[in-house]
């Protein structure tokens, strides 16, 4: 069983940054590609980043690219998300995930591609 544990969330004025980190329970994460999604009070959860098992290549939803970039450490069996210029469009639950199927080349953008899931973390961004 793959255990997901994400970290970083809080409270931040907007315009401000914060790091999330996920955590994977197993050395063999390293071989998946990893995703950052997000969900808002009253809407379903939508896709926000998402990054190759060898970090080469990272996809993002629209309304954070320039402002969001996820990394990864596969020594530390880690994911990152920095989010600078945060709004409060970004209030949202965040959570980690991982692919379902190893060694893709790319980071699927949808739910069902995932099978191992974080409890999430709250990020709050104030006007």
């Known amino acids: 069983q793959v255990q997901l544990v994400e970290s970083g969330g809080g409270l931040v004025q907007a315009g401000g940054s914060l790091r999330l980190s996920c955590a994977a329970s197993?050395?063999?994460?390293?071989?998946?590609?990893m995703g950052w999604f997000r969900q808002a009070p009253g809407k379903e959860r939508e896709f926000v980043a998402g990054?190759?098992?060898?970090?080469?290549?990272?996809y993002y939803v629209d309304s954070v690219k320039g402002r969001f970039t996820i990394s990864r450490d596969n020594a530390k069996n880690t994911v990152y998300l920095q989010m600078n210029s945060l709004k409060p469009e970004d209030t949202a639950v965040y959570y980690c995930?991982?692919?379902?199927?190893?060694?893709?080349?790319?980071?699927?953008?949808?739910?069902?591609?995932?099978?191992?899931w974080g409890q999430g973390t709250q990020v709050t961004v104030s006007s």
């Open positions: 197993q050395r063999t994460s390293s071989t998946y590609a």
């Open positions: 990054i190759s098992w060898s970090g080469s290549n990272t």
């Open positions: 995930a991982r692919d379902r199927y190893s060694l893709r080349l790319t980071a699927p953008r949808g739910e069902s591609e995932y099978d191992y």
